[in-house]
């Protein structure tokens, strides 16, 4: 199975909604494919020579929030909004909504079984969901509609998958969920509000997740683990994450949103990682680490916030002179 093709039945994953007439009267009046702030409407809007005020200031002169010529000045690809995030997330669900599991019991009959498929009791496979065969369903398990899962793949008992592509031989421990919708929040004047995700989880082949594992599905992106990555109990890896080939991942890891970890690296037990970071292939996070920067390939930080290992030990040397050095001072008193 090629682990990164998506069958058509993934489409099936979210279910198409009619938005209101006002609703898409806005939207073909505008054309709109961004939702963006009175202020950056003026950044984008101004001279070159106006922009760099804009940027330090964050405020426009000659466009302001309450303007409304500044609205009849924008591209008629824009639309303002003083929480465009959240607008989004709004405008979002009234396209598409995911197709929830459990809105069947049992197999589905638009479900594809393949060959010398086991499955436990209990278990819930969604419409159009594909699963390979010699592959075992685990009692409990939930497969929502439209997942495909490749040959010999292992699914232990209470685990969850949804809105995913799995490879051949992928094992995945029991109560771990995999394509649940990541952690992404706008904020509004009032309250915060979920961002809706479309993207999949992708699990190359020979992948291996422990129990209780969470790995969110991407926003628009996908959340990819890389062939052959070993993945211990308890972590978890958020939205748009891209984790590279045989990869090691020990317990209770976690991997905020949009890191890239390439091939053959290392986070031991308990690290973890800031958003948008990159670790080089080979590098290693030792454990207990929080690590805001990138690190280089082949090098291995630790520490909070994490740093070259030779400079985190130097530093937790001099500490441990500098307590005994005072510890002796108050004795010699």
Do not use: W
């Not at 317990?251 to 973890?272: F, K, M, P, R, T």
């Not at 948008?276 to 690590?291: D, K, N, P, Y």
């Amino acid at each position: 199975m090629c682990s990164t093709e998506a069958p058509e039945s993934y489409a099936l994953a979210f279910t198409e909604r009619r938005p209101s007439p006002d609703i898409l009267a806005l939207f073909a009046a505008r054309g709109a494919t961004l939702i963006i702030t009175a202020d950056i409407a003026a950044a984008l809007l101004a001279a070159p020579s106006d922009r760099g005020d804009i940027a330090r200031t964050g405020r426009s002169s000659s466009v302001q929030d309450d303007d409304r010529g500044a609205e009849r000045a924008l591209l008629p690809n824009f639309i303002l909004h003083p929480f465009p995030r959240a607008a989004f997330a709004q405008a979002a669900r009234l396209i598409a909504e995911p197709r929830e599991s459990f809105e069947a019991t049992g197999v589905s009959p638009a479900a594809r079984i393949g060959k010398n498929v086991q499955i436990g009791p209990g278990a819930v496979i969604g419409a159009d969901a594909v699963i390979g065969a010699d592959s075992r369903i685990g009692p409990n398990c939930v497969i929502g509609p439209g997942v495909a899962i490749g040959a010999r793949s292992i699914i232990e008992p209470s685990a969850y998958v949804g809105f995913a592509i799995i490879g051949d031989n992928v094992r995945i421990g029991p109560g771990s969920v995999i394509g649940s919708a990541g952690f992404n929040l706008a904020k509004t004047s009032a309250n915060l509000v979920d961002v809706p995700h479309f993207g999949r989880v992708i699990l190359q082949d020979h992948v291996s997740i422990g129990a209780n594992v969470c790995v969110d599905r991407g926003l628009f992106d996908d959340t990819v683990i890389g062939e052959g990555t070993k993945i211990d109990n308890l972590v978890q890896i958020g939205h748009n994450c891209q984790i590279g080939r045989h990869c090691i991942i020990a317990g209770l890891a976690g991997i905020s949103g949009s890191v890239v970890i390439e091939d053959h690296a290392i986070i031991a037990a308990a690290a973890g990682v800031k958003d948008h970071i990159r670790i080089g292939a080979g590098a290693t996070l030792l454990a207990h680490s929080g690590l805001m920067h990138n690190i280089p390939a082949g090098k291995t930080f630790g520490g909070y916030p994490a740093k070259p290992v030779r400079d985190f030990f130097k530093e937790v040397a001099f500490l441990a002179k500098a307590i005994r050095k005072n510890s002796n001072i108050k004795d010699a008193q």
